[in-house]
């Protein structure tokens, strides 16, 4: 699975945690971040982070992305 996203600041990395229950988010990946500019020329940019080892027929209950370092949504 590949998880995306973007940011209007170039922010630290490209980090997902993410889990089986609500209360252990005890897996990681990270991934890329591109510099995409739009015909507006606002620049965004565009995180992937693929998600491997993931089992199926299996609920993660919920993951979380990075913004900034230390700082999650």
Not at 13 to 42: I, P, W
């Amino acid at each position: 699975m590949i998880v995306t996203w973007t940011t209007y600041a170039n922010v630290s990395g490209s980090l997902v945690q993410f889990g089986l229950d609500n209360k252990t988010l005890d897996q990681n990946a990270t991934g890329s971040v591109t510099e995409f500019t739009d015909n507006g020329h606002r620049v965004h940019f565009i995180h992937r982070v693929t998600l491997e080892g993931l089992k199926p027929k299996t609920n993660y209950s919920k993951y979380f992305v990075e913004l900034l370092k230390n700082v999650f949504i």
